[in-house]
């Protein structure tokens, strides 16, 4: 006498999942669902009363554009291309110019951007370590416009502004 495994375990399932039992338990485990995800949702309206956007990241954070960050700093790398130091000089101003703009909108506080990254502390955002190097070198083309750098330097400068941002998620 041979014994098909398959035919039996297929007979035996069909039995048990046409049963009441097995009726009754998918009713409990349907009912048991519903209310841990119905306590789930309580527990995080609880935590969260005013924003989800408090919840996820633990403070305010506003909505900011990507898509004017993209061209702007497309724009700014746009003058990298020249090869000109002075070129360099200008995007490195205008970098740092919206590196303001977008810490003044997500609430940091100071006159200006080297003052407002003072004020972030180390591992709020990806990168801002290097980005204090990169204001006293800001600071430098900024006092004097003679300062003499090179494009290596601001090359470097450039990708730590990148690193930022893409910190900040306003370009990709």
Do not use: C
């Not at 204090?132 to 470097?156: C, F, G, M, W």
């Amino acid at each position: 006498m041979e014994l098909d495994i398959g035919s039996i375990f297929s007979s035996s399932w069909s039995a048990f999942s046409q049963s009441h039992f097995f009726f009754y338990v998918k009713i409990v485990a349907g009912f048991a669902t519903a209310v841990l995800l119905v306590a789930n949702i309580l527990l995080l309206s609880k935590r969260v009363r005013t924003d989800v956007r408090i919840a996820l990241y633990g403070t305010r954070v506003p909505r900011l554009k990507k898509s004017k960050y993209i061209s702007s700093w497309e724009s700014i790398k746009g003058r990298l291309e020249d090869k000109s130091i002075a070129s360099g000089k200008m995007a490195l101003i205008e970098a740092d110019k919206m590196l303001d703009e977008v810490l003044g909108k997500l609430g940091y506080a100071g006159k200006d951007a080297a003052e407002k990254v003072s004020n972030i502390k180390p591992g709020q955002i990806a990168g801002i370590e290097g980005m204090r190097e990169v204001q006293a070198l800001h600071k430098k083309i900024i006092e004097n416009p003679a300062y003499k750098t090179s494009l290596d330097e601001i090359k470097a400068a450039f990708e730590i502004y990148e690193k930022v941002f893409r910190g900040l998620e306003i370009i990709e």
